[in-house]
């Protein structure tokens, strides 16, 4: 919360402040008031609901949609019949996509029966043409569309939805501007992300990102550490340093600081207990990193280090500035120096192309690296991308097959590389209730793997020692030791 500044004492009958943050705080006081005058003639305070779509950087957004919306006095829930439903979108694959227009067929039949209800989208997928052609075209019932750069104007936007009629759409190309000190509410006390820079230059060539997210900006060390600061002060133990690529973190700045030499920064501040970070791209990862991540005690033992195809044909398609043998060389470094490191990845298979000789050069790369997880997906097509335009798109028996192939060997080397721990004793985060079985935490070790274990839920937020006796398939079942 931007200190010093309290939504009663504002003015809103003066002119909205041009600088920011303070302009919008000023719309922060102005929703609020709707927000009384609903609660006065309704008798309950009006509800929102905030739904994610996509990766740990929109959930990040969406703390930051909740944050303003309780500012304003909205009640959140998780229900989506609800005054005010907004969905923060993804579009990396077209999947995402379809479920977003299937949702919103929903959200319109609760809209029937309560025409007050306004409904919002924003997120990446608000910043392709198409789909606002789309929207306006047939979804007429949507009353505020906004995009990935502007979403720090959410209160102002939402102040409009109320004074107006009608649909609002308002999105941005690109910025370079990045606004500090709005509130934000975290979804856990005791771990939060934080940004630490926004947008990605790389236009690996089937991305959507760089098209979406616009170009690389990195926040000020400053103020990032002043945000990491606030939260170990508020009882945050583990963050998650968010960025496209991480490593290439504040080449940019005035007065450039590499990634590793922020962790350095970071590791410093008290109270933080465990450090992560996503994610990293290959072409960047620096001996420094490595160095930096043996030496400390709070990084945690887990890289997320995209390969996405093991062919040096396709990943030279791909655009993605290293080969099969420089991205094994690089992981069998970090293995070698860090060897109780989990590393995952992310795989596409079926881009454009791809023979299944690729698909075997990929798994090769499995069986290489040992992955303790991986993330396959199958290519989309994206309109506006290089690949989307290359004409060798493969045929979707093909895709099948490869994907099928490949899950496989990456469930056999995952298992095999979890289960390296059995009987050892591991400190765990204690993150929750175990969703089956009440009687049981679930938590994770440093190497992101899960443990269930029997212990109350008082627990939950501290870091325990915890025996792992036994494990099945990708988590452990465990006892707490003391
Ligand atoms: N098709 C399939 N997967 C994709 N990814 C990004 N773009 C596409 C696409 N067009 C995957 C990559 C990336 C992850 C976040 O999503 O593997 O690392
Ligand atoms: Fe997309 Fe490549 Fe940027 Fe990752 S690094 S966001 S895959 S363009």
């Not at 690529?245 to 080449?251: A, F, L, R």
């Not at 000789?357 to 097509?381: C, G, L, P």
């Not at 093909?398 to 050892?424: I, M, N, P, S, W």
Request: net charge neutral.
């Amino acid at each position: 919360m931007f200190e010093g500044i309290e939504l009663d004492k504002i003015d809103i009958s003066a002119n909205p402040p041009a600088e920011e943050p303070v302009r919008q705080y000023y719309f922060m006081a102005k929703c609020r008031r709707w927000v009384m005058d609903f609660e006065y003639k309704n008798g309950r305070l009006p509800k929102a609901c905030v739904t994610t779509f996509g990766c740990q950087m929109n959930a990040r957004d969406s703390e930051k949609l909740v944050g303003i919306l309780r500012q304003v006095g909205y009640e959140v829930t998780e229900e989506e019949n609800a005054d005010f439903v907004i969905f923060n979108t993804c579009t990396v694959r077209d999947n995402a996509n379809q479920r977003v227009y299937g949702r919103l067929g929903e959200l319109k039949s609760y809209k029937k029966r309560n025409p007050a209800m306004k409904i919002a989208l924003c997120g990446c997928m608000m910043q392709e043409p198409a789909v606002i052609e789309k929207l306006c075209a047939s979804y007429r019932f949507v009353d505020l569309i906004f995009g990935t750069h502007n979403i720090f104007k959410f209160a102002e936007l939402l102040c409009r939805s109320f004074e107006g009629q009608g649909m609002i759409v308002d999105i941005w190309e690109d910025t370079d501007q990045i606004v500090e000190e709005l509130p934000v509410e975290r979804k856990y006390p005791f771990k939060s992300g934080i940004n630490i820079m926004f947008g990605c230059n790389n236009f690996c060539s089937y991305c959507i990102v760089p098209y979406v997210r616009g170009r690389e900006r990195s926040r000020e060390p400053e103020d990032i550490l002043r945000e990491i600061r606030r939260l170990a002060a508020d009882g945050v133990v583990e963050i998650m340093l968010l960025g496209q690529n991480v490593n290439s973190y504040g080449k940019n700045l005035k007065e450039p600081m590499s990634f590793a030499g922020l962790l350095r920064e970071v590791e410093k501040i008290e109270g933080v207990e465990r450090i992560r970070f996503m994610t990293s791209h290959p072409k960047d990862l620096s001996d420094e990193l490595i160095q930096v991540m043996k030496e400390s005690r709070k990084i945690c033992r887990h890289l997320h280090l995209p390969l996405q195809s093991g062919s040096t044909r396709i990943l030279e398609r791909m655009n993605r500035r290293y080969t099969k043998e420089q991205y094994v060389a690089l992981a069998e470094k970090i293995r070698r120096e860090i060897p109780d490191i989990a590393i995952t990845t992310d795989i596409i298979v079926g881009f454009p192309g791809e023979t299944m000789e690729d698909v075997e050069e990929t798994i090769d790369v499995i069986r290489r690296v040992k992955y303790d997880n991986a993330f396959t997906f199958i290519y989309s097509k994206r309109t506006g991308t290089p690949a989307a335009a290359m004409e060798d798109q493969v045929p979707e028996k093909q895709v099948k097959e490869g994907f099928e192939r490949v899950l496989k060997v990456v469930q056999d080397t995952a298992r095999a590389q979890v289960a390296r721990y059995q009987g050892q004793t591991a400190e765990v985060l204690v993150e929750e209730i175990n969703a089956q079985d009440e009687g049981l935490l679930t938590g994770r070790m440093s190497n992101n793997t899960l443990v269930h274990f029997p212990g109350p839920p008082e627990l939950i937020g501290r870091i325990v020692l915890v025996a792992l006796d036994k494990c099945q398939g990708f988590y452990y079942m465990g006892r707490m030791v003391l």
